[in-house]
């Protein structure tokens, strides 16, 4: 079992920044995919940014620009720079790892951070 564990959300103004972090356990954590995912109310779960273990990234195209999503091996630890935030930035935040196992991928998920962008 991996566990995640996501932190950094919090309440910011229009055009703040933010910084989310995901630790996730395991000593094969470079080997992991790991995303940033997000779900506002009434809205469905949204994949915001990934990086894979060679450091390619992905980002939804809402946050393009805006977003930005690293890893630190060493620490087993992804960021998630948010800058330029706005108020349909606001959901619940969820780090998830992929783990790749003889048999196929197995996903785990971090408790979710509130992110909520105000005036």
């Known amino acids: 079992q991996v566990q995640v564990v996501d932190s950094g959300g919090g309440s910011v103004q229009p055009g703040g920044s933010l910084r989310l972090s995901c630790a996730a356990s395991?000593?094969?954590?470079?080997?992991?995919?790991m995303n940033w995912y997000r779900q506002a109310p009434g809205k469905q779960r949204e994949l915001v940014a990934g990086?894979?273990?060679?450091?390619?990234?992905n980002y939804v195209e809402s946050v393009k620009g805006r977003f930005t999503i690293s890893r630190d091996n060493a620490k087993n630890t992804v960021y998630l720079q948010m800058n330029s935030l706005k108020f349909e930035d606001t959901a619940v935040y969820y780090c998830?790892?992929?783990?790749?196992?003889?048999?196929?991928?197995?996903?785990?998920w971090g408790q979710g951070t509130q992110v909520t962008v105000s005036a």
């Open positions: 998830n790892a992929e783990v790749s196992l003889r048999w196929g991928t197995r996903t785990y």
């Open positions: 990086i894979t273990r060679e450091g390619v990234t």
């Open positions: 395991g000593s094969g954590f470079s080997t992991y995919m």
